[in-house]
């Protein structure tokens, strides 16, 4: 399960029990190494909008999918912020420039 060093869990036990018998424990996502088993439970639209926590925005997924999901969700976020300032760019202090 994703988010477990110190986050709450998305998803709960049941819910996520219903999204794998629902997707009938079968990766949604099928990237490059794709195991195919799912048994993980990804957001698909991760923006926290009204639609966030409804069942047709999840969907059962392996470990190695949702980790490629995750970080290229991140990466793309992170790459928003500096585009909209949120990461100044500074030189380190230590360097001669």
Same mark, same amino acid.
């Given at each position: 399960m994703a988010w477990v060093k110190g986050n709450k869990a998305h998803t709960s036990k049941p819910e996520r029990d219903r999204i794998l018998a629902r /997707? @009938? !424990?079968?990766?949604?996502? =099928? $990237?490059? $190494?794709?195991?195919? @088993?799912? &048994? @993980? +439970?990804?957001?698909?639209?991760?923006?926290?909008?009204? %639609? !966030?926590? =409804? /069942? &047709? %925005?999840?969907?059962? +997924?392996?470990? #190695?999918?949702?980790? #490629?999901?995750?970080? =290229? @969700?991140?990466?793309e976020a992170r790459a928003a912020r500096r585009a909209r300032g949120l990461y100044p760019v500074e030189k380190h202090p230590g360097l001669i420039a």
């Open positions: /997707d @009938e !424990y079968q990766c949604q996502i =099928r $990237g490059i $190494g794709c195991l195919g @088993e799912a &048994s @993980e +439970v990804d957001h698909i639209d991760n923006t926290r909008n009204a %639609n !966030y926590w =409804r /069942d &047709s %925005n999840k969907q059962a +997924v392996c470990p #190695v999918c949702h980790k #490629v999901k995750t970080q =290229r @969700e991140a990466t």
